[in-house]
Structure formats: structure tokens, C-alpha cells
């Protein structure tokens, strides 16, 4: 009997220390738990705490006042060919949206037939398809990718042998006007196409240059033309809204439709001036004019000639080849600049929603071979992601590829070969 009665207090003490042990683990799993969730909740407050005081130190870091009161950006990190900037050339302007160029209708030539982006001139000299009786080089910044062709002085910068152009093209360049002073607002470059009897002579007619005529134009605190033929100055005209400020690129832009021509900066038309030209006009000259006050700097100069047929190329041909598309070096991202070219080719394919094609990037042969191929498909995708969502294309209608720099059309020898070759094609299905 006694056994029994110790075997009961036995088992009784035995489930009283396990239903402790039990309550303990659960009250030391709820301690344990609450601990964890607070230093957590700690943890992220301390992350939180240290993002703004990074973020305040940063901003202080990164907007540092000039004299003039602009923002001044920081420089990029182990580019040795970087040269800072002057005071008037350190505002990074903000990147523009693809559909901030809505009402751009630029589309460029069809067939390129002058292209100079300045890397195949060393930095520091003189770029070699380029004459001048003032001075120049090619350098680069820390704000703008690229090589610059920076002007300098006073006098005239053209092409060596000077271009003869057809009835229907169009020019285009990157430009950053800067005064050579800081606090000079009367900052501005002249830009002039007109007929030359001697291409070679840059400085030919003096004021009215060329004999059987031309426009001048200047771009900088303000935007000018004067035209004018054998008779003299026929018509003139200027926007003092149409700025360049100080430091920022711009991308110029030149439509020539026989008698008429419009100006873009940016996505704005300034000029569209229907009879500006005599009919049969044929420009062979066009030049750079500055003069001390202002030290211009130029990229990706090209000329195409030329209308798009873009239409009959798609649908019936069966292939279009575009030069229209742009990219930054070694980006896939689609430039505003593109709107147009991208608009016309969208408004074929909504028409005629049966229509499918195969979007096709290329590059030249600068590079690594799979970098190159890599890069040419995720091209083909962001301009098929932007038909998509831009311009209201099926994306059933779409598919893309890249092929790199295995199918150049031109060898890839020279300025304008090699933008030949970096093209983006649509091949119908």
C-alpha cells in the first residue's frame, strides 16, 4: 500500500515539474520572441536613423554651392581622362522622359553620310576632318560621356573638304555653350549653312558668307537666323525663349526639305521656316562661328540624307533599317530624341494589327564580342517595351533579337562606317 501511494506522489510531482517545465519554455519562447521582434524593431530604426543622417550628409556632399549658385555635381570615380569642369559647366541637367517629346517630330535622313562622335581622335588634339583659323580639342568631362570637341578663340571651325548636300537632309550634334567668363549672359555660338565657292576658305564672304547664299544662326542666351541670297539679307528672326543654359547639353537638330528648314532644340521647334531657301539652293559648307566670349564643345555630329520611306520599307519590302533609335554608349535605354522615329513606325504597325516583325539590335565591332550581343538584344527589348507602352503596339506583334556585331553592313574602319553599323532593324514575319 505504501508502494502504491509513493508510486502516486511520484507520478503526481513528475507532472507538476512537467507542466512548469512546460509553462517555463513558454513563458522563455514569449521572452525570447518579444526580445527578437524588439531588436529588429531596433535594428530598423537604427537603419533608418543612419539612411537619414547618410542621406543629410550626402545632400550636403552633393549640392555644393558655386559662386553663381548652381548645383554642383559630383565627379566620376577613376576615369582618368576626366578633366573638372569649369564654374559654368557643372549643372547635370535632368534626364528627360521619352514622352516629354511628344510633339518632337524630327525624324532624321535615311542614309548617313557624315558621322563624327570625336573617339577616334585622341584627347588633346585637333580632330582630323576638321579645319579651323581659330583653335580646338577634343577633351572629355566628368558630367557628359563621350569625347567633346571643345572650340576655342575666335574664328571659324568647318569640315576640311566642306560636304555636298542633296535636296532633303538632316544634321544633328550634341552642344554644351558655355561663356569663357563666369557671369558673362551674352553667351553664343553661330552655326551657318550656306554656298561656298571655295569650301576651304572658312572665312569666304565674310559676314554673308557664300555666293549664292545660306543662313546664319546663333544658339546660345538666345536663338537668331538671317537668310539671304545674291541680293542680300532676305528674311530674319529670333526667339529669346529658346535658351542654352549655361553647362547643360543640348541636342541641336536641322530638317532641310529643299526650300524649307526647321530647328529643334530639344524637342522644341524653334524656327520652321517654309521659303528660308531659293528653290534649286544646294548648300556646300556649313560652319562653326565663335567668337571670345563663348567656348562651344560638339558631339555626335551627323548628317543623313534623305526622307524614310518607312511604310513601303516595312510592309512591302519586308525590312527597315533605322538609324532614328539612339542609345547612350553602352546603354540600353532609348533616348527621348527617338520619339518620332518610334511614333511614325508604331502608327504602321496599330494600323495594320496583323502585321507581326522582329525587332533586330546591332553594333559595331567596338568592344568585347558577347558584351556587344548581350548589348544588342537588351536594346531590341527596350524598344519593343517602349512601342508597348508608349505607343499602344501589341506586344503579340513583337518579338526581338540581337545579333551584336556578326552582320556590319560597312567595315567597321571609320566614324561613319561604324554608325552604319549600329542600327536597329524590323524584319516582317
Not at 535658351?243 to 541641336?252: A, F, I, N, R, T
Not at 518610334?342 to 494600323?351: S, Y
Not at 496583323?354 to 536594346?379: C, P, Q, W, Y
Request: with cysteine.
Amino acid at each position: 500500500m505504501k508502494t502504491i501511494g509513493l508510486l502516486f506522489v511520484m507520478i503526481f510531482s513528475l507532472g507538476c515539474f512537467n507542466l512548469n517545465a512546460q509553462i517555463n519554455l513558454k513563458s522563455k519562447v514569449k521572452d525570447q520572441t518579444n526580445d527578437r521582434a524588439n531588436n529588429k524593431v531596433d535594428e530598423g530604426i537604427d537603419k533608418g536613423l543612419d539612411a537619414v543622417e547618410n542621406g543629410v550628409k550626402s545632400l550636403f556632399k552633393k549640392k555644393k554651392a558655386n559662386p553663381q549658385g548652381q548645383t554642383e555635381a559630383p565627379a566620376a570615380q577613376g576615369d582618368s581622362n576626366s578633366q573638372k569642369p569649369q564654374a559654368d559647366q557643372t549643372v547635370q541637367e535632368e534626364k528627360p522622359s521619352l514622352v516629354s517629346y511628344s510633339k518632337f517630330d524630327f525624324i532624321p535622313g535615311e542614309k548617313i553620310i557624315f558621322y563624327d562622335d570625336f573617339n577616334s581622335t585622341k584627347v588633346g588634339d585637333f580632330p582630323p576632318n576638321w579645319n579651323s583659323n581659330a583653335t580646338g580639342e577634343v577633351v572629355t568631362t566628368n558630367l557628359f560621356p563621350g569625347n567633346w570637341f571643345k572650340i576655342m578663340g575666335e574664328g571659324s571651325v568647318a569640315l576640311e573638304e566642306g560636304i555636298k548636300l542633296p535636296d532633303n537632309y538632316t544634321i544633328e550634334f550634341d552642344a554644351i555653350a558655355s561663356p569663357k567668363e563666369e557671369g558673362n549672359t551674352a553667351h553664343e555660338f553661330g552655326f551657318y549653312l550656306y554656298s561656298a565657292k571655295n569650301p576651304k576658305d572658312l572665312g569666304e564672304g565674310g559676314a554673308v558668307p557664300g555666293e549664292k547664299g545660306g543662313i546664319k544662326m546663333t544658339f546660345g542666351y538666345h536663338s537668331t537666323f538671317s537668310a539671304y541670297d545674291e541680293s542680300g539679307y532676305t528674311i530674319d528672326g529670333s526667339k529669346a525663349d529658346a535658351v542654352m543654359q549655361q553647362g547643360k547639353k543640348y541636342h541641336l537638330s536641322f530638317w532641310v526639305q529643299k526650300t524649307r528648314l526647321r530647328f529643334y532644340l530639344d524637342q522644341v521647334k524653334v524656327f520652321d521656316l517654309p521659303k528660308v531657301f531659293k528653290t534649286g539652293f544646294q548648300a556646300n559648307m556649313m560652319r562653326f562661328e565663335i567668337w571670345e566670349s563663348t567656348i562651344p564643345m560638339v558631339t555626335n555630329f551627323r548628317i543623313a540624307a534623305g526622307l524614310p520611306d518607312t511604310r513601303n520599307k516595312l510592309l512591302v519590302e519586308g525590312k527597315l533599317v533605322t538609324y532614328g533609335i539612339y542609345f547612350d554608349v553602352n546603354k540600353d535605354v532609348v533616348k527621348p530624341e527617338s520619339y518620332a522615329t518610334l511614333k511614325d513606325i508604331a502608327a504602321i504597325l496599330n494600323e495594320v494589327p496583323d502585321v507581326k516583325v522582329k525587332i533586330f539590335g546591332h553594333t559595331d565591332s567596338d568592344g568585347d564580342d558577347a558584351k556587344n550581343m548581350d548589348l544588342s538584344k537588351r536594346r531590341a527589348a527596350s524598344v519593343k517595351a517602349e512601342l508597348v507602352k508608349t505607343f499602344g503596339v501589341k506586344a503579340t506583334q513583337l518579338e526581338t533579337d540581337g545579333l551584336g556585331e556578326t552582320k556590319p553592313v560597312a567595315p567597321n574602319d571609320t566614324p561613319v562606317n561604324k554608325a552604319l553599323n549600329r542600327r536597329v532593324e524590323f524584319i516582317k514575319l
